[in-house]
C-alpha cells in the first residue's frame, strides 16, 4: 500500500474524539506531504521546564495538529503502560487537549504560538528520564490512531510524521560528579606564569572559566593582564573570549567529552602593576534544560597578581540645601581627585552639626553585603547632632547604596558642646574617637567602644584648655606620618596649627605646630585622607565663593601640606562638608 493509501485508510475514526480534536471530517490531508518531524533527547536540570515537541525539519504547510504521550516507560506497549510522570512532577498544557480518561496525552495546535506541553521538574529531582511519543494528526485524520501511534511510538522506527524523544533528568548530585580542579600559582609583576584547569568529565559538557576578586581586600585593578596559549588535549576544545583577563565575565569558552582533560593558558602581568588577589572559577553545564544556578560552580583558592600594595582611596561627602547628602569617590589623581558625586540620602538636614569619625575610606570588597561589624570601622562612621542636643550614630555598612545603617541613639546634652569633630583612632585601640569642645573651652575626649549594641563612647575625658581661640577643629587622619591620628585647629586670625597625636588616651597630642596662615579664607575645611594614592594624608578647603582646593599632604610633622591646588567649583551649593 503506497503512503498515500496508508493515510487515507487511518481516515476513520470516532466521531466524538474527532469533535474534541476540532477536527473536520472530510478535510484533505496532500498539503502536509511535505512534512518531515522528527523527535530528539534532551538533558534537563532540576527546577527546569523542559518541552515536549517534534522538530520540523521541513515542510511549511502545517493544518493538522499533533498528538504527543508522555510517560515513565519507552513507549514500546501496550499502549498507556507507564504513562504520565512520577510524583513531584507536573505538565503544563499550555492550550492542548487532554482526552477524557487518557493519562499523559495532549492534542496541540501547533498554529497557536506552536504551543505544546511542558513538564516542571521538582527543585530535589532524582536522576530519572521521561518518554514521549508524537504523531501528526492531518486534518481529517484519525484521531484515535493517532493517540494509539504517540503512545506506542518507541515500538517501531520513527518515520516523517511520527517518533520519540527522552528527556533525561540527571540530578544535582549526578552534575556534581564532573569536577574542576585549579592550579594558579600567582602572575608575577612583569613575567608570565602558567595556569591550568584539570577537569574530570563523567558527562559530556561545556566548561568555561572567569575570574573573581578575591574578598576582603581593597580593589584597586592592577592593570592589563594578557591571557594567550590556550592549549587543551583530546576530547577538548576551548576558545578564549578576549586576549587580556577580566573580572566576573568569561574568559574561556571549552567543551569536553567524558574523560579527564587539561586546559592551560599562560597569564603576564605588568611590570608596574598593582597587587591584587583572585579566584579562577569555572562553570560545568551538562544540560540542554537549564535553571537558575543548575551549572556545577567551582572556585579556586585565592592567586596574587603580584606588584605594589593597593592604597585605599578616600572619598568627601556634602550636604545641600535641601538635607541631601552626597558622596563624591576618590580618584587618587592629584588633578582631579573625585568622581561625579552620588547621593546617599535624604533627611540629613535636622541636623547642626555632621563629622566623620575617621576619613571616609574604600571599604574592602566583599560580595554579600556586610553590616556593621570589625570590618567596617575605621571607614568613616558618622555622628550628627540635632537641634535638641541629641547625639546620633551611623554605623558604616558595606551595602550596595545603604553605606550607613539605620541611626543608633548616642544620648542627649549634647548642645553643651560648640565643636564636634571626628578624631580617627587616637589611642590605637583600632576603635574611632570623638573630640568636643565646650563652650568654656575646654577639649574633651570620646573614646570608642567598639560596641555595635552598646554604647559607642567610654566616659569623657578632659584632655585640655584653651580651645575656644579656635573657629574650626579638623581630624581623624595621621597627616604626619607616624601612625597617629592628629588633630588640625584654626585660629581667629587665620592661622592653622597642626597638634601632633600622641597615641596616649589621657593625652592624646602635643604641642601644637604652626602649619600655616590665611586658612580664614575657608568656611569648610576637612582632613580628608589620602586622596592622591601616595600613602599621605591630604586635605580639602571650601573658600566662601564655593572654590574647593586640595592641600597635598607632605608627611611632614612641620610643613605637613604642599600648595595649594584648585579642584572644584559650584561647591556653595552645600552648607556641610565632612
Not at 3 to 13: D, H, L, P, S, V
Not at 292 to 310: E, H, K, N
Not at 461 to 484: F, I, K, M, N
Amino acid at each position: 500500500m503506497s503512503k498515500r493509501m496508508r493515510r487515507g485508510a487511518a481516515m476513520t475514526g470516532v466521531a466524538g474524539l474527532l469533535a474534541m480534536a476540532g477536527v473536520t471530517a472530510g478535510a484533505g490531508v496532500a498539503a502536509a506531504e511535505d512534512l518531515k518531524m522528527s523527535g530528539y533527547d534532551a538533558v534537563a536540570a532540576p527546577g527546569s521546564v523542559p518541552r515536549f515537541h517534534p522538530v520540523v525539519e521541513s515542510g511549511t504547510t502545517f493544518w493538522g495538529k499533533v498528538v504527543i504521550a508522555v510517560g515513565r516507560k519507552p513507549l514500546t506497549g501496550p499502549a498507556g503502560d507507564g504513562a504520565g510522570v512520577p510524583q513531584g512532577y507536573r505538565i503544563q498544557n499550555y492550550g492542548c487537549d487532554q482526552p477524557t480518561g487518557l493519562v499523559g496525552v495532549y492534542v496541540c495546535d501547533p498554529q497557536i504560538s506552536h504551543n505544546y506541553p511542558d513538564v516542571v521538574v521538582p527543585k530535589d529531582a532524582k536522576d530519572t528520564t521521561l518518554y514521549w511519543g508524537f504523531t501528526y494528526l492531518p486534518r481529517g485524520g484519525d484521531l484515535a490512531a493517532a493517540i494509539e501511534s504517540a503512545r506506542t511510538a518507541g515500538a517501531r522506527p520513527a518515520d516523517a510524521t511520527s517518533g520519540t524523544g527522552r528527556v533525561i533528568v540527571k540530578s544535582a548530585a549526578s552534575a556534581a560528579r564532573n569536577t574542576v580542579a585549579f592550579d594558579v600559582p600567582d602572575v608575577p609583576a612583569g613575567g608570565t606564569v602558567r595556569q591550568q584547569l584539570r577537569v574530570h568529565a563523567v558527562d559530556a559538557g561545556r566548561v568555561t572559566l572567569s575570574f573573581k576578586v578575591a574578598e576582603g581586600q581593597l580593589w584597586g585593578w592592577p592593570g592589563k593582564i594578557p591571557l594567550g596559549n590556550v592549549t587543551t588535549d583530546s576530547g577538548a576544545s576551548c576558545s578564549a573570549h578576549a586576549d587580556q583577563l577580566h573580572v566576573d565575565a568569561m574568559n574561556l569558552d571549552c567543551r569536553v567529552e567524558p574523560g579527564d582533560h587539561t586546559i592551560g593558558y599562560e597569564l603576564t602581568g605588568a611590570a608596574n602593576q598593582k597587587a591584587l588577589r583572585l579566584q579562577a572559577q569555572s562553570r560545568y553545564d551538562i544540560y540542554d534544560v537549564h535553571a537558575p544556578d543548575s551549572d556545577v560552580i567551582q572556585l579556586s583558592t585565592p592567586f596574587t597578581v603580584l606588584g605594589d600594595a593597593a592604597l585605599p582611596r578616600h572619598s568627601l561627602l556634602a550636604r545641600d540645601t535641601s538635607g541631601r547628602v552626597w558622596e563624591y569617590y576618590g580618584t587618587g589623581k592629584a588633578s582631579a581627585p573625585f568622581y561625579s558625586r552620588s547621593e546617599v540620602g535624604p533627611g540629613w538636614q535636622t541636623y547642626d552639626t555632621i563629622t566623620a569619625l575617621s576619613p571616609y575610606s574604600q571599604s574592602p570588597y566583599y560580595r554579600p553585603d556586610v553590616k556593621p561589624s570589625a570590618v567596617t570601622r575605621g571607614l568613616g562612621d558618622l555622628v550628627a547632632r540635632d537641634a535638641s542636643g541629641t547625639l546620633w550614630y551611623y554605623d558604616r555598612q558595606i551595602v550596595d547604596e545603604k553605606p550607613y545603617a539605620a541611626r543608633v541613639k548616642i544620648g542627649s546634652g549634647w548642645n553643651a558642646y560648640d565643636q564636634l569633630a571626628g578624631a580617627g583612632d587616637v589611642d590605637r585601640d583600632e576603635y574611632v574617637d570623638l573630640v568636643a569642645r565646650d563652650k568654656a573651652g575646654a577639649l574633651w575626649l570620646y573614646k570608642g567602644t567598639g560596641s555595635f549594641t552598646g554604647a559607642r563612647f567610654m566616659t569623657r575625658v578632659r584632655v585640655g584648655e584653651g580651645w575656644g581661640a579656635y573657629g574650626r577643629l579638623a581630624g581623624g587622619a595621621d597627616v604626619t606620618g607616624d601612625g597617629r591620628a592628629d588633630l588640625m585647629a584654626r585660629d581667629a586670625a587665620g592661622v592653622l596649627w597642626l597638634y601632633k597625636g600622641t597615641g596616649s588616651g589621657t593625652a592624646p597630642y602635643a604641642g601644637r605646630t604652626r602649619v600655616g596662615a590665611g586658612w580664614n579664607a575657608y568656611d569648610q575645611i576637612v582632613v580628608a585622607g589620602d586622596l592622591t594614592d601616595d600613602g599621605k594624608a591630604d586635605a580639602v578647603a571650601r573658600d566662601t565663593a564655593g572654590m574647593l582646593w586640595l592641600y597635598k599632604g607632605t608627611g611632614s610633622a612641620t610643613a605637613p601640606f604642599a600648595g595649594r591646588t584648585r579642584v572644584g567649583t559650584g561647591w556653595n551649593a552645600y552648607n556641610r562638608v565632612f
